[in-house]
């Protein structure tokens, strides 16, 4: 079996947070066979170092994020290329696959020059839908709300939901006159 590291872990963690499981520190550590302190340690390393925030619900048993937040892009050097490629392989053996990068599917209702600027992101087309790969949740939302066009987000729902938020948000603050 590969060795599971941190990163993986907090990975792993920030996927529960972000889509709202209330993960606890015991399926940290039963999901990852670590210590209980080693899963309170990725807890306080999220909050102390990435300046996540993270909160705990009594009610649910488990953590939650308080406001929106995203995990620091990575930077991969060729022996950790080489660990995430066996990560990849354990992964698959367990029939997972985790979402770094975030894939989504896009279909594109107003054809503007605009979304060019979604190139970078741009991974394929099937049919009428666009596949597009992102790290940061936070720049691909801003740049596709900057291309100013009709779009409907086939998947993931947790993005759609996301930016559903945002732009109520945004409406709520600046309300029409």
Not at 23 to 44: A, H, M, V
Not at 71 to 89: G, Q, R
């Amino acid at each position: 079996m590969v060795e599971i590291s941190a990163y993986v872990r907090i990975q792993w963690l920030h996927e529960q947070l972000f889509c709202n499981t209330y993960p606890s520190i015991k399926k940290l550590t039963e999901n990852f066979e670590i210590s209980y302190r080693q899963g309170q340690r990725d807890i306080e390393y999220m909050r102390d170092s990435l300046g996540a925030p993270i909160e705990y619900s009594a009610h649910r048993k488990g953590y939650f994020y308080a406001k929106p937040f995203s995990l620091p892009t990575l930077y991969l050097t060729a022996d950790e290329t080489n660990y995430m490629t066996k990560l990849a392989a354990y992964y698959d053996s367990l029939k997972l696959r985790p979402q770094v990068p975030y894939t989504t599917k896009i279909k594109i209702l107003s054809k503007r020059k605009s979304y060019r600027l979604l190139d970078r992101f741009l991974r394929g087309k099937e049919g009428d839908y666009v596949i597009y790969e992102f790290h940061n949740v936070e720049l691909f939302i801003g740049v596709l709300l900057s291309c100013g066009g009709d779009f409907e987000i086939i998947f993931p729902n947790w993005l759609r939901e996301r930016v559903t938020e945002i732009c109520k948000n945004v409406l709520l603050r600046h309300p029409m006159s």
